[in-house]
C-alpha cells in the first residue's frame, strides 16, 4: 500500500522527462533535416547520410570518443561537420580500426565541413576519436 503511494509520482514525473527528452535525443531525418537550416551545433561532430547535409543525422558531443556510431549511422555518412573545438580522427571499423582520410586529411580540424567526402571516404564511417593534435595514429 504504502509503495502505491510513491509509484505514482516516480510515473508522472518519467513521463514528464521522456516528453522533454526524446525530442532531444530522436534524430534528425530527411524532410525535417532539409528544412533546418543547421541543426548541426556548437561542440558536436555531425554526420550525415548523403551528400549536402541531408538524410539521416546524429551528433556526437566531442568530450566522448565514439567506438561505434550506431547501427543507425553505421557505413552511411557522406557529410559531416566538426563543430567542436578539437581535430576528430575518423575510422572504417568499430573501435578506431583503419583510419580514413576524407580530403587527404589526417584528422578532421575544428570548425571544418565537407558537403560531400571523397569516394574512398564515402559510407564507411564507422568509429570517431576526437583529439588536440593533428595525428590520428
Ligand atoms: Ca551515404
Redesign the pocket.
Known sequence: MRNKLFTLPKKILGTALAAVLLPLLAPTTGAAAQAAADVCRSGYFCIY??SGFVGRYWAFPSNVHVGYVGDFMND???SFKNYTTVYACLYETANYGHKMSPHGLGAIPPGYWTSNVNPFS??KLSSIRFTSTYDCD
Open positions: 547520410e548523403h552511411r555518412m557522406t564515402n559510407d
